[in-house]
T-cell receptor, first 113, second 112 residues
Framework: DAGVIQSPRHEVTEMGQEVTLRCKPI?????LFWYRQTMMRGLELLIY????????DSGMPEDRFSAKMPNASFSTLKIQPSEPRDSAVYFC???????????FGPGTRLTVL | DQQVKQNSPSLSVQEGRISILNCDYT??????FLWYKKYPAEGPTFLIS?????DKNEDGRFTVFLNKSAKHLSLHIVPSQPGDSAVYFC???????????FGAGTILRVKS
């Protein structure tokens, strides 16, 4: 059974470019989470969706960040324009309603030069 | 302001000994706590959890202790094995099944 799938695994881009990160949650899971991991702040929740609807986006750092979930099997996190301080590992996680445990993808390591 | 704090960035332990990882929280509304383990180049994986109605939960070599009055929890690993070397994240939520707030993580190195 496939876990959470994220692509790309690594992304190197230049400041000012648009970056799109992709996530496919585990089939049947109806909540999806985007996290950012940095040395300074650890794992921060950026946004989460329930049944494809954004529920809490209070962790999204600024308007340069946006996330969508057009259907139950796909979500994107977009950064436009990207800045060097956005360099981090971005994780997607999913879970089923009624359970606390979240299942994480392998992450996307983003480097903005 | 971080609501979940792991004040030790790293911990080094000899194989076979006990590893104790600590976590403090500031939000008294948190009532469900989890520990995740993360290996390099992988996502975090769930390890063990505890509800605030308990003060201890055990699963094999892993035991989590909760001290609600001190707003403190700890993860004990006995005996520690080299394969336990990883980053350990503490997480908390208000209510079971709600969003998780994570700490910054502690790097555990188990030396053989």
């Amino acid at each position: 059974d496939a876990g959470v799938i994220q692509s790309p695994r690594h992304e190197v881009t230049e400041m000012g470019q648009e970056v799109t990160l992709r996530c496919k949650p585990i089939s049947g899971h109806n909540s999806l989470f985007w996290y950012r991991q940095t040395m300074m702040r650890g794992l921060e929740l950026l946004i989460y969706f329930n049944n494809n609807v954004p529920i809490d986006d209070s962790g999204m750092p600024e308007d340069r960040f946006s996330a969508k979930m057009p259907n139950a099997s796909f979500s994107t996190l977009k950064i436009q324009p990207s800045e060097p301080r956005d360099s981090a590992v971005y994780f997607c996680a999913s879970r089923t309603d009624g359970y606390s445990e979240q299942f994480f993808g392998p992450g996307t390591r983003l480097t903005v030069l | 302001d971080q609501q979940v704090k792991q004040n030790s960035p790293s911990l080094s332990v000899q194989e076979g000994r006990i590893s104790i990882l600590n976590c403090d929280y500031t939000n008294s509304m948190f009532d469900y706590f989890l520990w995740y383990k993360k290996y390099p180049a992988e996502g975090p994986t769930f390890l063990i959890s505890i509800s605030s109605i308990k003060d201890k939960n055990e699963d094999g070599r892993f035991t989590v202790f909760l001290n609600k009055s001190a707003k403190h929890l700890s993860l004990h690993i006995v005996p520690s094995q080299p394969g336990d070397s990883a980053v350990y994240f503490c997480a908390a939520s208000v209510g079971y099944g709600n969003k998780l707030v994570f700490g910054a993580g502690t790097i555990l190195r188990v030396k053989s």
